[in-house]
């Protein structure tokens, strides 16, 4: 990305191993994702061209010397966020906080090859190379479904449970699916756009909210005898969000926050008053790659149906386009 609106597909150097934790991998597919239009919208600086993407899946072309977990040859999946999940804030399960934790983004995932930091934490391998067909699934793994999948943990979501998604991107479409998948008794996805209602109805959702801000809310209140939903997720990141959130949830009820938060200010007294657990930030991604990724390997999820535009790589300019102009949920690029 040269700056806001101007993204480029260029020929840089192939990614060698640098430390003997790494790994490069050749992509089998990659994508654009919802928190790239943030700085294509020019709401956060572009101050050089900077390569782009996070979300990868691939097959190991190299390690180096001290990697074990992972060899040439495989499938492999990793998120955002390289990890040694080994360090204490790994373990405790929050791998997007490793201490030696590398954003993947510095090194462009948008590309044919990616060297991956810290393979033996960070990459979780496939029995065999799935098919085409699958691709698309562990593709989402790598972010989209292993973040819905913390904000409906994060909500709390369960059997007994009301959960409401506030944001119908590929995130908010996925906690739906991560909701369902978790047992949640009522899931309302707020969404005025049909396409993407319908993609909700399929992932499991059973009410559809098209309204928003107060009516939101007072829409989310009446659904549930006047009580809010037991857990609200939040995957846009803005104020208007948020706020929808929070005040969507019950006395006691748990709000799972992933939108990338921009110029969100809490209120204090509101947030005393309104009794509401609140968790969520960068979502700890690996901690949930092998459970997701049977889920997909045995077809008990198809998170891939997210992936409603594909182009080549070279075409990734107009896979911005169309997410920008949301002609597009979210864009696969077949490197
Ligand atoms: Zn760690």
Redesign the pocket.
């Given at each position: 990305m040269y700056k806001p609106g101007d993204v480029r597909v260029e020929e840089r150097a192939d990614p060698r191993i640098e430390l003997p934790t790494d790994a490069v991998i050749r992509l089998s597919a990659t994508c654009v994702c919802g928190s790239d239009l943030w700085p294509y919208r020019g709401v956060q600086p572009v101050t050089e061209p900077s390569p782009m993407g996070h979300e990868y899946v691939g097959v190991v072309e190299a390690v180096g010397g001290e990697v074990t977990s992972v060899r040439p040859g495989q499938f492999v999946v990793g998120s955002f966020w390289a990890?040694?999940?080994?360090?204490e804030?790994?373990r405790a399960g929050y791998?997007s906080a490793?201490?030696?934790r590398v954003p993947m983004g510095m090194f462009g995932s948008q590309a044919e090859y990616l060297r991956v930091p810290l393979a033996d934490?960070t990459l979780v391998a496939t029995p065999e190379v799935p098919g085409a067909g699958l691709i698309p699934s562990y593709l989402a793994a790598s972010d989209v479904l292993g973040t819905g999948w913390f904000a409906a943990d994060a909500a709390q979501a369960g059997p007994g449970k009301t959960v409401a998604v506030v944001g119908d991107g590929a995130v908010g479409l996925l906690a739906v699916l991560a909701a369902r998948q978790m047992g949640a008794e009522r899931i309302i996805a707020m969404s005025r756009h049909a396409d993407r209602q319908k993609l909700a109805l399929e992932f499991g959702a059973t009410d559809i909210v098209t309204e928003r801000g107060d009516e939101g809310i007072a829409k989310i209140k009446e659904l549930t005898n006047g009580l809010g939903a037991h857990s609200v997720v939040e995957a846009v990141g803005t104020q208007e969000a948020m706020r929808q959130a929070i005040r969507s949830a019950r006395p006691g009820g748990h709000v799972g926050f992933v939108g990338v938060s921009h110029d969100v200010r809490l209120d204090g007294m509101e947030m005393f008053w309104s009794l509401v657990h609140l968790h969520g930030g960068p979502a700890p991604v690996r901690r949930y790659l092998p459970d997701l990724m049977h889920r997909i390997a045995t077809g008990a999820v198809e998170p891939g149906k997210v992936f409603d535009l594909e182009l080549p790589l070279d075409q990734a300019a107009e896979g911005y386009r169309a997410m920008d102009e949301r002609r597009a949920i979210k864009a696969l690029l077949h490197p």
């Open positions: 990890s040694d999940n080994t360090c804030i790994c791998q490793c201490v030696h934490g």
